[in-house]
């Protein structure tokens, strides 16, 4: 499955961003909880020397009970075992006055009075200290979560502007048409990668423009040039048909010749159509009757389908018009007549059907359906032993193309269909 190139950028920063908040978050308030500890050990520890100095001032033992009975925050009791060092932990103690457990840190330290060993108990309660980590995670929490939202709005604003002019650039190759006179405009940026890429696509549409016009000049002069050789040598075959002196040998091979040249003189005029399709010369146009269109040709090709006992039917709304070159509506409808006829088979049908929106027609043929990738391409001919040449259904391609039209072809039910809708 592919994917945008802005939105995999952006997936790998998102989740680079939630990775490091997941670890983030937590390892920030294990850290925060442990420097409170030291905090608070710390001050267990200063709160114990203050007492041993209140202490060391010469208070009796029945002030030490005194002290005991009016403080709850220390306690001086006889030690009951054996106690070396400061030792810290923590202790869950009833708050008569909250009423519910606290949480406390608790130190012991040993100390010696009076000649006797006694244990100094320390606390502090930890409920503040604790919501106020919990209060600071929140906090910290909430500053990732708008950093988190705050790039990926930052970043992916950024990208689209960064990147705007390369989806420009792929906008305008995506509708590249190099038989156009219209060239890709690319934005200025000043981004050096996007600007190199700009300037080697401007430069590589110039090249193969140039080379196009020079191909399409070749064809164009090239079909020109034989117009007037090929108009002599059909000139000169049809006197010497007609001499009376020639052999029945000669005769067929000037009627071959005959052919030949004609197929050459349907090529150069259909190349030179073409040429001046794809120099859209054609500009004018005028509001057509294609059914008076239809009518004109079907007189044309009335005596080909009888010789092959073609029957051709005709279905059309009062009246079909189009907006199309007069000269270009004679072609494609003069050449798909011709495809019809030219690849039927004896006893076959021909079926046309006018509508305001569309044009189709239908015929009998071989039975199965045509390659459509490579039907409407230059010199391709359904029957390779055809003698056309491979360029009817590319000129009425081109003309639909040229008005703006669509082409469709279908087999269905053992007829071949082309069907133009305007």
């Known amino acids: 499955m592919r994917k945008k190139l802005l939105n995999k950028t952006l997936g790998a920063n998102l989740l680079f961003s939630m990775v490091l908040m997941v670890i983030a978050a937590p390892s920030f308030y294990i850290i925060t909880q442990k420097l409170y500890l030291a905090e608070i050990d710390e001050t267990l520890l200063l709160k114990n020397t203050e007492i041993l100095n209140e202490l060391k001032k010469g208070k009796s033992e029945e002030e030490l009970l005194l002290l005991n009975r009016f403080n709850k925050d220390f306690k001086i009791e006889a030690a009951s075992f054996s106690l070396s060092k400061d030792s810290f932990f923590f202790q869950m103690s009833y708050d008569s006055i909250l009423k519910e457990n606290e949480h406390y840190r608790i130190l012991k330290s040993p100390i010696k009075l009076y000649g006797k060993d006694f244990i100094l108990t320390a606390k502090i309660s930890l409920l503040e200290s604790e919501d106020f980590q919990e209060n600071v995670a929140l906090l910290f929490t909430a500053i990732l979560l708008f950093l988190f939202f705050g790039f990926y709005l930052i970043t992916r604003w950024q990208s689209q502007k960064l990147w705007k002019p390369f989806y420009h650039a792929l906008e305008e190759i995506e509708h590249i048409e190099i038989d156009k006179q219209r ?194 391409k230059r010199f391709t001919k359904i029957n390779p032993s055809s003698d056309g040449n491979g360029l009817g259904l590319s000129i009425v391609c081109k003309i639909v193309e040229l008005n703006g039209w669509k082409i469709q072809y279908k087999f269905k039910h053992s007829l071949h269909s082309f069907e133009i809708y305007f």
């Open 183 to 376: 060239m890709p405009e690319f934005k200025t940026t000043n981004i050096e990668e996007f600007a190199r890429l700009n300037q080697a696509m401007e430069q590589w549409m110039k090249k193969n423009k140039a080379i196009f016009d020079s191909h399409r000049e070749f064809i164009d002069n090239a079909a020109h040039e034989l117009q007037t050789p090929l108009a002599v040598f059909q000139g000169k075959i049809d006197i010497l048909i007609q001499r009376p002196d020639i052999t029945e040998g000669q005769s067929e091979i000037l009627n071959e010749l005959n052919q030949a040249i004609g197929r050459m003189n349907k090529l150069n005029k259909n190349l030179l159509l073409l040429s001046k399709l794809e120099s859209n010369q054609f500009i004018e146009t005028s509001e057509i009757d294609l059914n008076e269109v239809v009518q004109r040709q079907l007189m044309f090709f009335k005596e080909q389908a009888l010789s092959k006992s073609i029957s051709i039917d005709i279905a059309s709304d009062a009246a079909v018009k189009v907006k199309c070159n007069g000269l270009l509506a004679e072609v494609f409808i003069s050449n798909l007549f011709l495809n019809a006829l030219k690849y039927n088979v004896v006893n076959g049908i021909i079926s046309v059907k006018l509508s305001q929106h569309s044009f189709a027609i239908s015929n009998s043929g071989i039975a199965q359906a045509l390659d459509e990738d490579q039907l409407f």
